[in-house]
């Protein structure tokens, strides 16, 4: 069977499951706990490795019951293994069994015990098989797991760009499914034969965090599937901007939540409900503000080492916000790093609509009274350029040329190069940067699909709000000082 046919089969229960009221989230948390018990048990039986797992939570015990037996121990399997250290740990970590069904659950277990054996498979393939699964329920459900997953070719763009080395250290701080980890992976694991730094490759030279258990348990299992880390998780759940970390990277590639603002709603004893904005204060941020993307675009300021390297998506409102922060946060950037490329991606790519998102690449200097960044080159593949996620999709070889151009550094049409003088001449050191005509402007054919053409007046209503808000706390500070 192909992988193709058996990512197929296996999301065709997903299907299945569906019609009887299991969401395509909850089938594929459960496929991973139920995926990780099947190929320790084959580690023990075909390979004659020690298991992870205790006996009694093993896979056997599972494969041999039926009805509420079966249900009763699966319960207790993940309730036992949630608590345990380490990859095991993170990969169980909160769960609970959404197929409370004996009968639905029993499908599902037949299902992984007669595709077997999956440690057999080469890595690759399984891990294309889980791939296909995140993807496919990305494309299916436009919230939930679509935000965390980034374009594959975004990701590819950005490792041949960055070009992590096998010997360097690489970061996601808002890993998602892992997409980047992997796309870092598979780059640096050609680049040598030594047995040891492959090693400390798969166990030591990859970390994501992610705030979200459900996405840290998908992403642990989808680098175990690649053969990426040990015992101990390459990825870890929490808030990546609660504190700065004491590591540092030679490499950061990152996509941060779309989501611009912390808040949060509180209601008080009177019923009264009121928002409440959530800003981190971090000595190593020299900005507060609510806004996460800049929080973000801080943090990795700080995790990147001296000469480490960045390739980070990022919305437009990092380019242009106004205010204290904004204005900033830019400066610091183009001061105290290169930011040497922008690359501007194209709207329709993204499962939420309407996104208009850039990739940043800068490299991090030693503290100087130089200027860093001695010139922007800006890649504009957003101009005329029109991608959906079911007509026109983006495809591997769309970011062959930008790839060409970030690595000769000669302008073309769609690429031009801008010295530090000019940047810091442009208002409100504003580094949303476009020169070619847009026929969308005369053609009415051209114009978006409505639901884009919403969610862009929602963007730019809800971004000219934010910077009158950041106006109000600037009086209010004036007034107080």
């Known amino acids: 069977m192909s992988n193709e046919q058996l990512v197929a089969k296996v999301w065709n229960y997903a299907h299945v499951l569906r019609d009887q009221g299991v969401s395509y989230g909850d089938y594929i948390e459960q496929i991973t706990y139920l995926l990780f018990l099947k190929m320790d048990h084959e580690r023990v039986t075909d390979l004659g490795l020690p298991s992870s797992i205790a006996p009694q939570w093993n896979w056997a015990q599972l494969a041999s019951k039926d009805g509420d037996d079966l249900e009763n121990q699966y319960r207790h399997t993940l309730e036992n293994l949630a608590r345990e250290p380490g990859l095991i740990g993170t990969i169980f970590r909160k769960s609970q069994n959404k197929l409370s069904d004996p009968a639905k659950l029993k499908r599902v277990v037949s299902l992984i015990d007669s595709e077997g054996p999956w440690i057999g498979m080469n890595v690759d393939v399984k891990g294309e098989i889980y791939e296909g699964l995140l993807e496919r329920n990305a494309s299916e459900v436009k919230s939930g797991a679509g935000q965390y997953f980034t374009p594959r070719p975004v990701i590819e763009a950005i490792v041949k760009c960055v070009n992590p080395r096998i010997s360097e250290k690489v970061c996601d701080p808002a890993c998602g499914t892992g997409g980047f980890l ?4 598979d780059h640096m694991k050609t680049q040598s034969q030594d047995r040891d730094k ?10 994501g965090v992610d705030i979200v258990d459900e996405v840290v348990r998908l992403c642990a299992m989808n680098l175990y599937l690649h053969g990426v880390g040990d015992a101990d998780s390459a990825v870890v759940p929490g808030d990546a901007l609660a504190a700065a970390p004491a590591a540092r990277y030679e490499v950061v590639m990152t996509n941060p939540p779309f989501g611009k603002k912390s808040s949060y709603r509180v ?3 009177d019923g009264a409900v009121s928002t409440e904005r959530e800003s981190y204060e971090r000595e190593d941020f020299k900005f507060t503000t609510s806004n996460k993307q800049l929080n973000f675009l801080q943090h990795i300021m700080t995790i990147l080492e001296t000469h480490g390297r960045a390739g980070v998506v990022l919305p ?6 106004a205010g204290r922060a904004g204005e900033g946060i830019r400066k610091r950037l183009l001061e ?8 501007r991606l194209p709207t329709g790519i993204w499962y939420s609509p309407g996104v208009k998102a850039n990739v940043l690449f800068f490299d991090k200097r030693p503290a100087s009274r130089e200027v860093q960044t001695k010139e922007l080159w800006v890649y504009d593949y957003r101009t005329n350029v029109h991608k959906t996620l079911k007509t026109k999709r983006l495809a591997h070889g769309d970011f062959d040329d930008f790839v060409r151009c970030y690595h000769e550094r000669q302008e073309t049409e769609r690429f031009r190069r801008f010295a530090y003088a000019d940047l810091a001449a442009r208002d409100r050191l504003n580094l949303d940067i476009f020169w070619l005509k847009d026929d969308s402007l005369e053609d009415i054919d051209s114009l978006p699909e409505p639901e884009v053409l919403a969610a862009e007046i929602v963007e730019n209503l809800e971004a000219a709000l934010e910077q009158f808000r950041g106006v109000s706390a600037e009086l209010e500070q004036r007034e107080a000082s």
């Open 182 to 185: 992997l796309a870092a992976y």
């Open 198 to 207: 492959l090693r400390r490759l798969r166990t030591d030279g990859l970390h």
């Open 267 to 269: 209601v008080g004893d």
């Open 316 to 321: 437009d409102n990092v380019l242009f916000e």
């Open 336 to 343: 105290g790093f290169n930011f040497h490329t922008l690359l």
